[in-house]
């Protein structure tokens, strides 16, 4: 009996191998996949700007402007831009809190504002080649192309901004800081170094067409000027002036995080009227409205350096500061820093919004030149203290864990 048994577990012996051996064998032969590493909704959007971004620089790197295609070259080039600045505005304000930021969305922040850089980079040459043509065709023909070329540069500059705008928002809604505080230095030091390089480029392009050009008085504005002008010197002297200490920091900086905030609101409402009113009318422009942009520009320059003077009092009285308040101090100024930041790209856009439209650009030529080159002197050291901030307040959220 036994034997049997023996004999007809021998006869089923291999089925049953074949049943243990080749389902072994089947998983040893099959490969491990790596993990799937999903991308985060930010990165895909951010992406898809960068795709969008090097399209623009591909087209405007390839126009080459003349009398018969000027108008039709450069209106192409300011839809392209403007449709891609709505695409950046789009995703900016889908972005909120919480937010973890990752390298790949700091990635194409960083080949975002190179792409703004690099199409900047192409306004002088456009405007160069409008200056060779010009010498050799009538004022009243080379009229539009004049006011296309200043108008892209215009819009140029707003898409710059919108793009800084959205890597500020960026920081400020981000949860991770600490975690991606290299990372995130690394970015704030190359969109600094873009936007210099970018508004470099719009200045030389709009002083290259105001040159040429030989043709609502401002002095309307002159009022809202001063007012602000009036706000903003007194805010400055304030900011100056304040010293902080580990038990008033949060407190002085959420003071000035609401000051700052209304005085960037009431900012807000004389460009939103600049813009209104630009849409639909040529400007007679007034000395004293460019003198007052160029103090506008000053005066946000200075809050850009008491800024960051306020993070490094931060980073030294730190250690030994209770961390509640220190965690309050330091969005505060992150806040802080996205304001001012945004108010000196609105100070410019205004400015750059009246030579768009002005019936005297030959009058004032000298007065806007000189103005447009205050401007961006002070964006530039707004931009650089702003930054400066940003990079020690992250590096302050990083050491102590905020």
Known sequence: MFMHSSLRVRSFLPVILSLIIFPLMATAAKPVSDPVVETSPLTTDLQALVTQANSINTLISAMSL???NSCTELGSAIASVTSFTAAVESVTSGISSPLSVDADSLTALDDLSLASAGIASVLPILS???SVFSTSADMA??????????ALSDDIGTMADRILEMADKILVMADNIGLMADRIILTQEIQSANMALTQSSILAAQQNMIVLNVTVDTSVYNLPLANLINTGDLLSIDMGNTVLTESNMSTELADYESRVNSYLNSLMLVFTTLNVDSSSASHLINSDTLT????????NAQL???????SQAVNTLAPNTNITVLNDSVYSMLRLAEDIGLMGNRIVEMGDNINIMADNIGLM?????????????????????VSTAQITTVSIISAFGL
């Open 304 to 310: 850009a350096n008491s800024l960051n003077s306020f």
């Open 292 to 299: 007052m942009f160029g103090d506008l520009s000053v005066i």
């Open 365 to 385: 030529t000298i007065n806007i030149v000189d103005t447009q080159t205050l401007q961006q002197s002070n964006l530039s050291l707004t931009l650089s203290n």
């Open 66 to 68: 003349n009398l018969d």
């Open 141 to 150: 023909d080379i009229d539009a192309s004049l006011s296309a070329m200043l």
């Open 128 to 130: 160069g080649d409008i």
